[in-house]
């Protein structure tokens, strides 16, 4: 059995912001802070991003601040996805309707959101029906963590006694390839989010693209 493995931001969406808005709403509703820190978002996890946050502007990690942080940002990112104009990436709904029809393959996700963030990205760009598990930004701060948990989840989803015989992450960071490579997966590198194409080939994927567009290289690639 196959399985492939998508993150989310730049990947098949570009949110148009929503989730930087709904960061910054964050920080400066539950917490007064109105200029954030620039932390690292690209390829990383919510739970990372808000750990940043935290050490950044001296706040505790506690339990307690996630909470807030979690509640808030869900809440925020909700009231800003329909306000910001982002769209679906090339190829990525073509490429995702061939893969469904296909028997041996089972589609994942592999994403630094939390999984509740996941959920209201993919269902305002009508692509949450395509994935029924995955691993999420809801307790690792580190990508590699992520990595394991939707391998973890993967094998659970799977029909009894069946193990993955290929397993492939498709994204759009360096941390996408390097994660891949933690779990001894395959990785489609692909430069519609923050890095060029260039910069993503210095990690050695698989294979790099420039979007998601060319349907049958890509089939031919990952299904052989
Ligand atoms: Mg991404």
């Known amino acids: 059995m196959l399985v492939l493995l998508f993150d989310i931001d730049g990947t098949l969406i570009s949110t148009g912001g929503a989730g930087l808005n709904a960061l910054r709403a964050t920080m400066r509703e539950e917490f007064g802070i109105a200029e954030p820190n620039d932390v690292p978002v690209s390829g990383r996890t ?3 991003i808000a750990r940043d946050l935290f050490r950044a502007h001296e706040l505790a990690e506690t339990e307690a601040h996630w909470q807030r942080f979690l509640d808030s940002y869900l809440r925020h990112l909700a009231d800003q996805l329909p306000r910001t104009r982002g769209r679906v990436l ?3 709904a073509s490429l995702l309707d061939a893969l469904r029809g296909l028997e041996r393959v089972r589609l994942g996700l592999l994403t ?3 999984q509740a963030g996941a959920r209201l990205k ?3 760009y009508g692509l949450d029906s395509y ?12 990508r590699d963590g992520v990595a394991a948990e939707a391998l973890d989840a993967s094998r659970e989803h799977l029909p009894a006694e069946t193990q993955p015989d290929r397993v492939w992450v498709i994204g759009d960071t360096p941390m996408d390839i390097t994660c891949a490579r933690s779990i001894s997966a395959r990785c489609v590198a692909v430069a519609t ?3 060029p194409r260039e910069a993503l080939e210095a990690y050695s994927p698989d294979l790099a693209v420039d979007n998601l567009d ?3 290289h890509l089939l031919e690639v990952l299904v052989g």
């Open 112 to 114: 630094g959101n939390v």
């Open 122 to 124: 993919l269902r305002h």
């Open 214 to 216: 060319r349907l049958d």
């Open 131 to 142: 994935f029924a598990f995955g691993g999420f930004g809801d307790r690792h701060a580190d």
């Open 90 to 92: 090339p190829g990525v």
């Open 193 to 195: 989010g923050s890095f």
């Open 46 to 48: 919510d739970r990372g």
